[in-house]
C-alpha cells in the first residue's frame, strides 16, 4: 500500500489549493490520513487530519477556518482544501495515514506511513 500524493503548486496570498491523499490499495483499511507540512529551517509540524470512521476532524490552530480536510471512500482519498492561504504556509506538505490504530491523529507518532512531498508555495 502506498499513499499518492497531489496537489500544491505556487498561489497568490488569499489564494486556495487542494492537496490530495489517496491509498493506492482498492479499500483503504486505515482509521485516519492527514498532513504534516515543514519549512524550511522549521521543524515538521501537524496540519491537520481526518478519522476515517466518522469524519471528525482536526486541525492545527494557525489553519482552522482556512483549511478543511474531507474524504472520499469510493477514491480511498482524503483533500486537503487550503483556502486563504498566507506566505508562513508555504511548506513541503506530506500526506500520512494511520494503518495501526491509535486514539489520537494530530501527532506523528500516530502516523505509520508517509507520501512524499508535495511543495506549496504562496507569494505575498
Known amino acids: 500500500v502506498q499513499l499518492q500524493a497531489s496537489g500544491g503548486g505556487l498561489v497568490q496570498a488569499g489564494g486556495s489549493l487542494r492537496l490530495s491523499c489517496a491509498d493506492s490499495g482498492s479499500i483503504f483499511s486505515g482509521y485516519a490520513m492527514g498532513w504534516f507540512r515543514q519549512a524550511p529551517g522549521n521543524e515538521r509540524e501537524f496540519v491537520g487530519a481526518i478519522r476515517w470512521s466518522n469524519s471528525n476532524t482536526a486541525y492545527r490552530d494557525s489553519v482552522k477556518g482556512r483549511f478543511t480536510i474531507s474524504r472520499d471512500n469510493a477514491r480511498n482519498t482524503a483533500y486537503l482544501q487550503m483556502n486563504s492561504l498566507k506566505p508562513e504556509d508555504t511548506a513541503v506538505y506530506y500526506c500520512?495515514?494511520?494503518?495501526?490504530?491509535?486514539?489520537?491523529?494530530?501527532?506523528?507518532?500516530?502516523?505509520?506511513?508517509w507520501g512524499q512531498g508535495t511543495q506549496v508555495t504562496v507569494s505575498s
Open positions: 500520512v495515514a494511520q494503518y495501526r490504530y491509535s486514539p489520537r491523529y494530530d501527532r506523528a507518532i500516530d502516523f505509520d506511513s
